[in-house]
């Protein structure tokens, strides 16, 4: 299908050849964790401070082969697919923001992982902002980019939405219990994408954790918006980088491991009054 979960798709053939290990089929890492009525499967690796990786719509772990390489040298690793993506099969009719962030905390918890820096790209940021209103004590530091609030064209330029709508639409013309399982699984993503979440800017202020938001200046969520989320977020860093769409792990992947390590690595420091001349 065209425009079928165009995110998670791009970033797998993105991805594809900066793979060095298996990540995401990598049996020497991999583990199924039975949780919340699903088993979610889950890759870690190296050793240290706890950083959880959360992917897009559609997307699953190999999505960060560019990511998980550098992150390993000093973290221990957290990667995992996402409810009814990749490996973590779920044959329920429904999906949600809200249970995708409800299942990581639960997996952390099997993992005895009391709090982790947290790193979400697009639907990942998303979940990532959840995990952290939901469950703070998980939350150490957040960083996500390509994430939105809405979902409408206040969040999405309108050729974005334009591209996306209409495969949804096919989609929704045949009842669920007469799809076949592809059908079904294509369904569920596309509705979250067309239909979630709904976040408000006050709930954002929930989110006491320092948090970097990112976005890329021609990203498929607007930088207005961006710049939004960041500036309800209590204690949050603003980067927009230039030239770039959403695939801001892959597109910039040095500059971005960097500046991500460097904000999990210091202190968050408040710019306010003369500090704002620095």
């Not at 006491?208 to 498929?220: E, K, Y």
């Amino acid at each position: 299908m065209k425009h079928l979960l165009l995110a998670g798709c791009l970033l797998a053939a993105v991805t594809s050849f900066a793979q060095t290990l298996p990540y995401g089929s990598n049996k020497a890492a991999g583990n199924y964790y039975t949780l919340r009525g699903f088993k979610m499967y889950c890759e870690t690796y190296g050793e240290g401070q706890p950083v959880l990786i959360i992917h897009g719509n559609g997307g699953s772990i190999s999505n960060f082969n560019m990511n998980i390489p550098y992150f390993s040298k000093k973290y221990k690793v957290i990667v995992a697919d996402s409810r009814a993506q990749g490996r973590s099969a779920d044959p329920g009719d429904s999906l949600s923001y809200e249970m995708m962030a409800d299942d990581l905390a639960a997996l952390l918890d099997q993992l005895h992982v009391d709090s982790a820096f947290v790193i979400g790209w697009s639907d990942g940021g998303i979940d990532g902002l959840l995990l952290a209103m939901r469950h703070p004590e998980k939350v150490k530091k957040l960083a996500v980019t390509g994430a939105n609030l809405q979902p409408d064209t206040t969040a999405v330029p309108q050729e974005i939405w334009d591209m996306v709508r209409p495969e949804y639409a096919k989609l929704k013309t045949k009842k669920f219990a007469d799809m076949t399982p592809q059908e079904r699984q294509s369904f569920k993503l596309m509705r979250l994408l067309c239909d979630q979440p709904h976040i408000s800017t006050a709930d954002l202020h929930a989110i006491q954790c320092p948090s970097l938001v990112i976005g890329g200046d021609h990203d498929v969520i607007k930088p207005l918006h961006t710049l939004t989320i960041a500036e309800n977020i209590p204690h949050s860093y603003l980067w927009i980088l230039p030239n770039s769409g959403h695939s801001t792990p892959v597109a910039y992947s040095e500059l971005f491991n960097k500046t991500v390590d460097d904000f999990f690595s210091k202190p968050y420091r408040e710019i306010s009054g003369e500090k704002r001349f620095f």
